[in-house]
DNA sequence: TTGCTTTACGTCCAGCGTAAACATG
DNA sequence: CATGTTTACGCTGGACGTAAAGCAA
């Protein structure tokens, strides 16, 4: 039985005539007559009454014919949802990030993206360290700070998709508050708050050539955490910029003199992932984002495995 | 796109490898190839990728044969389907009964059609004049008392399913209670309870030569209320013999001397209706009351529009 | 007779097989 | 080089068209 047998019983149910229905399917009557005996004589029964009135489906030609616009609806299907996947308007993908990233260009790129793809199944996670996950196979995107390291991170494509600097933050009851800047060196006479991995690595540098005030800094999780704390009083937050997304009203932000940039947001995926969806996403990203699109290319370019793109 | 490109897509997507799904398939490794690609250009998206580790579909691909797999599933259903119903083991039928039919003859035909065939919706519908009913079109079966008359009663075939004589119910409070039978003389003396046919036609002549004696009896509905009557030491019910299925303790029974035929339990069908149900239905009959099968096999041979079946 | 369906038969395309060429690790 | 896929090409079955033959009203 083929998808032409089908069509052709759904015109002759359709017209109740043979001669009307082979015009109406381009062939001429004969052969939809042919047909129509192949497909009776393969199914062992009589599906159409021909009358002189007219030809009518029998209890079985119903039967079959039910099933007949379902197969062939089913055909349209395939086709219409293998473009809707291949286009990426389909599908799933998972996305991990550390949640400071939900201030600044998340956001606008999840947003966006959930607007022109609303058929996507988006799963958002937000962890400690999304690029190990990555590797692990357990996201599509890893939304993070510095470089992924450990197996398989060679299979990883990383581009930056946001700088910032660094800012502190201060109760409203504090001195540095209603000041537009603190300098460094006020920042080294305050107990701090920061987040781990700012005390341990990217943020001794700025405390040179003394570093060990951080040792004493209180530690917090994120940068919400970290906010709180400074309302508390508990010290002089240090983090990102975008921080000042938060709107509390019992805390104060202040530019950090001179500024220093930190390390910036990098967002990663396996280069050997030849998914429409991530694909549509990094269009999104793109669109979003200056710059990324051009060093996207390039990397995926110089990239040896990066054959299926 | 036909049936065929479905069935070797899922070839070689369940092989994932283009040799073994031809030799699964019964055909050489490259018209899969040609065919595959012919599907690809048809839906103008890439369907499998071809690795050297094996074949493995895309994400459109993916999509693609979830629907190929459910086009062929409603194919296989589309035949399955097409020859239950042409056995008669689905679609619909309605039957029309008079009350006294769920006595006799329905009880086993019923339940025997139900046991097998449990996927015909079978409505039924307990009616005073089932024929009319199968004129106007709204059954497909009747079963009643005398023959149909009316517009199109030509096109009817009617056979006999179930002879029966006259018996007489009374209290247990009547004289009557305990004989095991009465005779017609004495039933003239006593007030009467009838059916409103049985008085009107069927049951004067058994009063012969002074039927007026049935114009002065209680009309009941159907027999139950007949019994229901008798009980209430209202009359003597007059009904057929099948009445002795109802089990009240506060009746009696008694055979009517000599023994009077009542007008058989016939059951009408239209000749022009070639619903394979019927005729299954038709085969449990001539299954569960004898002589009805060769009765109904010479009507229907005699009968000119009995041309579909 | 008329209108419609089926049968008969010739034609041509398309799907298949064989053989060779081409990619890829 | 070995394995597997694609391209090339001749062949054949079957789907189509035309013409003629049933068939029912």
Redesign the pocket.
Known sequence: M?A?HLR?ALA?AEH???????AS??????????????LEREIGERL?D??????FPTAAGEAFLVRARGALTEMSRARVDAGRAARGETGRLRLGFIGSALLDPLPGVIGRFRRTHPDVRLTLQELECPSAALLAGELDVAVGRGSPRGAGAEDLVTVPIGADHLIAVVSTAHPFAGRPSVGIGQLAQEPLVVSADAASTYLRPLFNPDPTVLDTAAIARDIHTIAGLAACCAGVGLGPNRMRMIARKDIWFCDVEPRFRLPDLRMSVRVTDSSPVLAAFLSVVRQNCADVGARLDDLLARHPAA?GR
Chains 1, 2 share one sequence.
Do not use: K, N
């Open positions: 083929e032409r052709y002759l109740q005539h043979f001669g009307r229905a082979a399917l381009g062939i001429a009557q004969p052969p939809l007559s042919t047909q129509i005996a192949a159409f021909r009358t002189a009135r007219g030809v054959a």
